[in-house]
């Protein structure tokens, strides 16, 4: 089964590029093994396998994304009981002060997985998520329930899980030019999304030397400056921009008033 999308809820999972990703890494002949080093959402890491199943695909859970994965029956279980308080709610408006305490009265008394990030998802506008039951609490509420039962049958199947830090990971394939990486990052100078680490730029210039001598996948924005900065390094100091040659596609996105481009590089040798 292939996923256009992530099963739950997940900022930044590239859906968008998806398609293009998968068309470019048809062209990644001599490669045997993708390794995802910020795995994310896993999407990109299930594109692979789905497209190349004669890969061997790693997808590094920087994000415990599979915690939440191997509780989505808690999850769709709570959910039937937030959206049966919520039901006389108006959609799309403000939830009243007496329901969501309802709610919370709910959640607190909850013996199970919570997914605060899915929870939220129907609780608060697009691309904003809670963390916990207080990122929860602390917030305004609006009735942006759904008629969904989340699944993930068939996710990330045939795919290689880990979480370790991404130098060491890179670190173990670094000698095998037969291996394509991917990377997608925190975007410096944005929101980090669900990553729990403060994101640095000496973090975001480690990734830089792992490109060298592989085929790999590369997501930035115009909003990082790291594109611009890799080409002052070149003209100014003679290092070459692991980015030159690579091809690479754009896509607007944002929400409200701001505004960010994305950006998918990739060399395939």
């Known amino acids: ?8 809820p997940f900022l930044g999972q590239k ?3 998806a398609g293009r990703f998968a068309e470019a890494l048809r062209e990644f002949t001599g490669i ?5 080093l910020f795995g994310g959402s896993g999407l990109l890491a299930h594109t692979a396998k789905t497209t190349r199943p004669d890969l061997r695909v790693i997808y590094n859970d920087h994000d415990n994304f599979s915690e939440r994965l191997a509780h989505i029956e808690d999850t769709n279980v709570l959910l039937g009981i937030v959206r049966s308080i919520l039901k006389d709610e108006p959609k799309g408006k403000r939830v009243a002060d007496a329901a969501k305490a309802r709610v919370m009265a709910v959640i607190d008394r909850w013996g199970g997985y919570l997914d605060a990030i899915t929870i939220s ?14 990122d929860l ?16 049958e068939g996710y990330l199947e045939g795919v290689e899980t880990v979480s370790e830090d991404f130098r060491k990971l890179a670190a173990r394939f670094r000698g095998d030019p037969a291996v394509c990486f991917l990377m997608d990052p925190p975007y410096l ?22 490109l060298d001598g592989h085929p790999y996948f590369y997501f930035t924005s115009d909003k990082s400056k790291l594109l611009e900065l890799c080409d002052w390094m070149e003209a100014t100091h003679g290092i070459r921009s692991p980015f030159r040659g690579a091809r690479s596609l754009q896509r607007d996105g944002g929400i409200r008033d701001i505004r960010i481009r994305d950006i998918m590089l990739w060399k395939s040798a």
């Open 137 to 152: 609490r602390a917030k305004t509420w609006y009735n942006n329930t759904k008629e969904k039962i989340y699944t993930s």
């Open 121 to 134: 998802s129907e609780l608060f506008f697009a691309m904003n998520y809670a963390h916990t039951a207080e």
């Open 15 to 17: 859906k968008d590029f």
């Open 189 to 210: 100078s944005t929101e980090a999304g669900h990553y729990e680490h403060f994101w640095r730029m000496a973090d975001s210039l480690d990734t830089l030397p792992i």
């Open 1 to 8: 089964m292939r996923y256009t999308t992530a099963p739950l």
């Open 32 to 36: 045997t093994t993708v390794v995802d």
